[in-house]
Each structure stands twice: as structure tokens, then as C-alpha cells.
């Protein structure tokens, strides 16, 4: 797939907003999973840049903390933190972008209805958080050895509030951001 100029711009601007968003780790004393602003980050970004471009974005972030840059929550990188009890959220993150993504694709019925728009975010965004999850508390049951209640306990019910704000504020954020990419002609096609 050859990018064009500006989807290569959408990608590394997205990139930096998640790797932006990442920097701010709030610790809970009773889970390894502190709370962040990255799936406020990966939602919008899988809603506006879609499945691909999305993925990409959050391919080249995964990449980054790989190699060692300070991109991941705290200001961590590097394998440990792929792999450790925290990386299926960040693996979730990946997936989540372009779950999000094809969701807003397949549902081509985006028309002059504001609501429908605006729901169709939403709901991407609500099926995105649950790959998150699926993945995190997966990854977290392995390698904190869990069994599959306390990984849930630990890994999921903790961030459902916060959770659903971030993706309210996500979803209000990325439709206005859509809207301003279309009338300025910048929404890559293969996200509209």
C-alpha cells in the first residue's frame, strides 16, 4: 500500500498525539495497570484515520518504546514493557486502532445526520476499549499468572468509568476532527 503525503502526515501526527498522551501514568496500589490518557489516544485515532493509517500509527508507537524511546506510560520503553504484565493493553492498542477503524468504514451510512455520525464513533470506540481489554487482561493473566476473576479485577473493572469518559470526550473529539478533515479535503479517503 503507497501512502500518499498527507496520510503519511496524518500517521506521524496521530503517532505523536498517542505518544503525547501516553507520558501521564496515574499508579493504582492494586494493579499493575495504571490509568492513562492512550485509549482516549488510540480511539480517536482509529476513528479518524481508519483501520489502516490507524494501524499504522499505532504500529510505529509500539515500534518506538520497542527500540527504546521513552513513548510508553511513565516514560518506559523497551521489551520489558511489551511483554510484561502491561503489554497486551499496548498489543489491545494496535488492535483496538483498527477495529475502531473498520467499524467507521464498514458503516458507509455516514450521511447529513449528525447523530448517526456521531453514534457509529461512539459505538467503534465502546467495541475498540473491549479489544483493549480482551488483550490486556489476557497478556496480564500470563505473566502475572491470574487466573481469569482477578486478572478482570485487576485489569478491567478498575478503568470502566474512566474509560467511558475518555472515550465520550474521544468520541466528541474525533467527530468534530473528521468533520474538519472532510471539508478541508484532508480525511484520507480510505478512512471516509
Same mark, same amino acid.
Given at each position: 500500500m503507497k501512502l500518499k503525503t498527507k496520510e503519511v502526515a496524518l500517521v506521524g501526527l496521530f503517532t505523536a498525539l498517542i505518544c503525547i498522551l501516553s507520558i501521564l501514568r496515574i499508579p #493504582? =496500589?492494586? %494493579? =499493575?495497570? *495504571?490509568? %492513562? #490518557?492512550?485509549?482516549l489516544a488510540v480511539a480517536v485515532t482509529g476513528a479518524v484515520l481508519g483501520s489502516k493509517l490507524g494501524f499504522f500509527a499505532l504500529v510505529t508507537y509500539v515500534l518506538l518504546g520497542f !527500540?527504546? #524511546? =521513552?513513548v510508553y506510560s511513565g516514560f518506559e520503553s523497551g521489551p520489558g514493557v511489551l511483554f510484561g504484565a502491561r503489554g497486551g493493553y499496548i498489543f489491545g492498542f494496535v488492535a483496538a486502532a483498527f477495529v475502531i477503524g473498520l467499524l467507521m468504514e464498514k458503516c458507509r451510512t455516514w450521511g447529513k445526520n449528525?447523530? /448517526?455520525r456521531y453514534s457509529i464513533i461512539l459505538g467503534? $470506540?465502546?467495541i475498540g476499549v473491549m479489544v483493549?481489554? %480482551? @488483550?490486556?487482561? @489476557?497478556? #496480564?493473566?500470563?505473566? /502475572?499468572? $491470574? &487466573?481469569?476473576?482477578? /486478572?478482570?479485577?485487576?485489569?478491567? @473493572? *478498575?478503568? !470502566?468509568? /474512566? &474509560?467511558l469518559l475518555k472515550i465520550l470526550l474521544g468520541s466528541i473529539i474525533a467527530y468534530f476532527v473528521r468533520e474538519a478533515l472532510s471539508s478541508a479535503n484532508l480525511l484520507p479517503t480510505i478512512a471516509q
Open positions: #493504582l =496500589p492494586f %494493579t =499493575p495497570i *495504571p490509568i %492513562t #490518557l492512550q485509549v !527500540i527504546g #524511546l =521513552p449528525a447523530v /448517526a467503534a $470506540m465502546v483493549i481489554y %480482551t @488483550l490486556g487482561v @489476557l497478556q #496480564l493473566m500470563m505473566v /502475572a499468572k $491470574m &487466573d481469569i476473576v482477578a /486478572a478482570v479485577h485487576a485489569g478491567a @473493572l *478498575p478503568f !470502566i468509568g /474512566a &474509560d
